[in-house]
C-alpha cells in the first residue's frame, strides 16, 4: 500500500519518478506527488487521484534536476486529497518526505510539536514525521542524524525517503515494516517500494531489511541499520522482464494474468515435479525435511485470496499426506495468542510477501518456536527473507489488483508439497505417479477453458444489473466459491457471498428468489449428486442458477439455465480448473459495468497496513 520512489543519478529525475510511479500505481491510487531538486530549491507537485491525474500537471521538460522523490497513496490518514497527498515538507520547507506505513504514535508527536508552535497543513501521520525530522534537524543541523533520532521514537511502520536543500547530495531511505528495494546502476542509485519502479534501469537489487538504512548519493550508496551500525548487503538480480510488466496487448492486466495462466502453472511446476517417479523436488524446503516428516500438524496462515489457497492446501495435504491442517486468518491468527508447538509448522501464503497481517503472523509462529515456511511470488520479500525456507510459485509480477494468476499458482504449489509430504508418508509411488500425470495435464485444460470465453462474456452481460450472488460449491470447491465470490464483488462492486453448497439451507436459501443468481461449482466427484440436490432446491424457489460442470455431464443442463463446462481432472486439482470461469465471469461483469478493472475503488495490491 502506497509506492515510493526516489531517485539520484544522471537521468532526469521527472521521467525516472513518473515511470516508477506508474509502474507502482497498483499500491494505491487515491493521489500522486512529487518533489524534485531543483535550481536547490525544492519543487513540489502533488494531486488527488490516479497518476495520470498529477501527469497533467508536470511539465517534464520544464525540469532538469536529477534528484527528487515519489509517491502514489493509498490513504489511511485522513482523506484523498491534494493536502493530504505526498510529498510533504517540515515547516521550514528544507525538508521533504514520502512514507508508505503508518506512524502509530503521531497524535502524541503532533501534540508535542504544537506545543512547541510548529504547525501542520493535512491531516496525515507522514507530515507529522516530517515535521518532527524537521525540528530535530534544527537542533542537530544533521540531516541522518535527525531523521535516525525521528525514527528511534516512532511506534508504526515505515517506508521512508527523505530529500533535503540544506543537504541536497543524497537521499535517506529507511525501513520498518514496509518494503524497500535499492536499485543499484551505475553512477546512480534508486529506491523504491518494489523492483518495478528500478527494472528499467538496473536488474541490481538490495532488498533492505527491517531497521535499516540506505543513503544514496551520485558516488555511491550506504546501508546501516537505524541505530547507526553498518550492514552488510547482497545484490541480486530481479528475476522478472520489463515486458512482463506490460499489458502485452490486452485490454487489462486482469485479463493478461487469468490468460497467463497455462504458462505460470507450468513454471511452478517445472522441475520440481519428477513425474516419471512420481516424486516431487523442492530444493527450498529441503534444509526443514526432517522437521516436515516429523511434523504433528501444519497450520497455513495467510490473506484474503491466498487464504482461500490454503483452504485448498489444507484439503489436499490432509488427503494425501494424512497431516493435520489448521487454516487461520493471518489477522486472528497474530492477536488471538494461538496455541502452537515447537513441532508444528507453519506455512505463510502470501503473492506479495509483504501483507502485514501475515508478516505478523510468521513473527508470531517464529517467537513461539514454530518452523515457519513461505510460499511466496515475490522474490526478496520480507515473508520470503523472514521465513525459514519456502517454495516460490514463480507466478511473475501480478499487477492486477485482484489476484488471479497467483491463485492458481499457489494451488499448483500446493499441491506440490501435498504430494512431496504424501510420499514422504504413505502415498505410493503408483499414485503418486498418476497425481503427476493429472499435473502436467493441467496447463492445456486451462487452454480449452479459455475457448469458453465468449459464453461467459455472455452471462455476465445477461446478468450484470444484479444486486447480489450468491457463489456454492462442496468439498475441494467450497474455497473456489469464496474466491468466485470475492472476485466478483472486488472488481464488479456486485455483492457475493460465498458458501458450502450444503450450508445454503442453514440460512442462506432465504435468500433465494427470481432476482438471485447462484453459481454452482458442481464438478464430478464422490458428492456430485448432492450438490445437484442442492441445484434443484434453488430452482425450486425460482433462483437463476449459473453451474460450473464437467465436459460431457449430461445431467447438469437440465437443472441449470447455463452450464460451463471445464475438463475433468482428479478432485484435488479441480479448484485450478474451476476457479478460471468464475475469474473469467468476474472480469467480464466488471467490463458490462465499466470498472476499473485493474485497480477496484479502496483496494490496493499489497496491504502493508494492518
Ligand atoms: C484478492 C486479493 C487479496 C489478497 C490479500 C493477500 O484478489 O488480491 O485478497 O489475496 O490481500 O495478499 P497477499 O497474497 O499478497 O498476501
Not at 30 to 40: F, K, T
Not at 145 to 174: N, Q
Not at 369 to 387: D, W
Not at 544 to 551: D, G, P, S, W, Y
Amino acid at each position: 500500500m502506497c509506492g515510493i520512489v526516489g531517485y539520484i543519478g544522471n537521468r532526469k529525475v521527472i521521467n525516472v519518478l513518473m515511470n516508477g510511479l506508474k509502474r507502482m500505481e497498483y499500491r494505491g491510487y487515491d493521489s500522486a506527488g512529487i518533489c524534485v531538486l531543483e535550481n536547490d530549491d525544492l519543487i513540489t507537485l502533488k494531486k488527488k487521484g490516479k497518476v495520470s491525474e498529477l501527469e497533467s500537471l508536470v511539465d517534464e521538460s520544464s525540469f532538469d534536476s536529477t534528484i527528487g522523490i515519489a509517491h502514489t497513496r493509498w490513504a489511511t490518514h485522513g482523506f484523498p486529497n491534494d493536502i493530504n497527498a505526498h510529498p510533504h515538507s517540515d515547516n521550514s520547507g528544507n525538508i521533504s518526505i514520502v512514507h508508505n506505513g503508518i506512524i502509530e504514535n503521531y497524535m502524541s508527536l503532533k501534540q508535542g510539536l504544537i506545543q512547541s508552535g510548529y504547525t501542520f497543513k493535512s491531516d496525515t501521520d507522514t507530515e507529522v514525521l516530517a515535521v518532527y525530522i524537521g525540528a530535530l534537524y534544527e537542533k542537530t543541523n544533521d540531516l541522518e542524524h535527525a531523521v535516525r533520532l525521528a525514527l528511534s521514537e516512532v511506534v508504526g511502520t515505515f517506508g521512508l525517503l527523505v530529500l533535503s536543500k540544506t543537504e541536497p547530495e543524497k537521499i535517506i531511505g529507511a525501513r520498518r515494516g514496509s518494503p524497500m528495494v535499492l536499485g543499484v546502476g551505475d553512477d546512480e542509485y534508486i529506491l523504491a517500494s518494489d523492483a518495478t519502479a528500478i527494472i528499467q534501469y538496473t536488474k541490481q537489487v538490495i532488498y533492505l531489511s527491517d531497521n535499516e538504512m540506505a543513503i544514496i548519493s551520485k558516488d555511491g550508496f550506504t546501508t546501516k541499520t537505524i541505530d547507526n551500525k553498518a550492514t552488510k548487503n547482497t545484490i541480486h538480480e530481479i528475476e522478472f522482464n520489463i515486458e512482463q510488466l506490460e499489458k502485452g496487448g490486452y485490454e487489462h492486466f486482469m485479463l493478461k494474468e487469468i490468460f497467463e495462466q497455462p504458462t505460470t502453472i507450468q513454471d511452478a511446476f517445472t522441475g520440481r515435479l519428477l513425474a516419471d517417479k512420481g516424486n516431487i523436488k523442492l530444493g527450498g524446503l529441503s534444509v526443514v525435511s526432517e522437521k516436515l516428516r516429523n511434523a504433528k500438524r501444519i497450520i497455513i496462515t495467510a490473506c484474503g485470496t491466498s487464504w482461500h489457497a490454503g483452504l485448498v492446501g489444507e484439503y489436499m495435504i490432509e488427503q494425501l499426506a494424512g497431516i493435520p491442517v489448521e487454516v487461520e486468518y493471518a489477522s486472528e491468527f497474530r492477536y488471538r495468542n494461538p496455541v502452537l508447538y515447537p513441532d508444528d509448522v507453519v506455512f505463510a501464503i502470501s503473492q506479495s510477501g509483504e501483507t502485514a497481517d501475515t508478516l505478523a503472523a510468521v513473527h508470531e509462529a517464529k517467537q513461539k518456536g514454530c518452523t515457519v515456511l513461505g510460499i511466496v511470488n515475490v522474490v526478496g520479500s520480507s515473508i520470503a527473507r523472514e521465513t525459514d525456507a519456502g517454495i516460490y510459485i514463480h507466478a511473475g509480477p501480478e499487477i492486477g489488483v485482484a489476484s488471479t494468476k497467483a491463485f492458481t499458482s499457489q494451488l499448483a504449489v500446493l499441491s506440490l508439497l501435498a504430494l512431496y509430504l504424501g510420499r514422504m508418508k504413505n502415498l505410493s509411488q503408483l499414485d503418486g505417479k498418476k497425481i503427476a500425470q493429472e499435473i502436467l495435464q493441467i496447463p492445456d485444460k486451462i487452454k480449452s477453458i479459455f475457448d469458453h470465453s465468449d459464453e461467459i462474456r455472455a452471462i455476465a452481460k445477461e446478468y450484470s444489473s444484479a444486486k447480489n450472488f450468491i457463489y456454492l460449491g462442496r468439498g475441494y470447491n467450497f474455497p473456489v466459491a469464496l474466491e468466485g465470490a470475492l472476485k466478483l464483488k472486488e472488481i464488479s462492486y456486485i455483492h457475493a457471498e460465498g458458501y458450502p453448497a450444503a450450508e445454503m439451507k442453514h440460512g442462506p436459501i432465504a435468500l433465494i428468489d427470481e432476482n438471485m443468481p447462484v453459481v454452482f461449482i458442481a464438478t464430478h466427484d464422490e458428492i456430485y449428486h448432492k450438490i445437484i440436490s442442492n441445484i434443484e432446491e434453488v430452482r425450486a424457489r425460482k433462483g437463476k442458477v449459473i453451474a460450473i460442470a464437467n465436459e460431457g455431464d449430461t445431467e447438469i443442463a437440465r437443472v441449470a439455465n447455463h452450464v460451463i463446462y471445464i475438463p475433468e481432472t482428479i478432485p484435488m486439482l479441480t479448484p485450478i480448473l474451476s476457479v478460471i470461469p468464475l475469474q473469467l465471469l468476474a472480469y467480464y461483469m466488471a467490463l458490462e459495468l465499466d470498472r476499473t478493472i485493474d485497480q477496484p475503488r479502496n483496494l490496493a495490491k499489497s496491504v502493508t497496513v494492518e
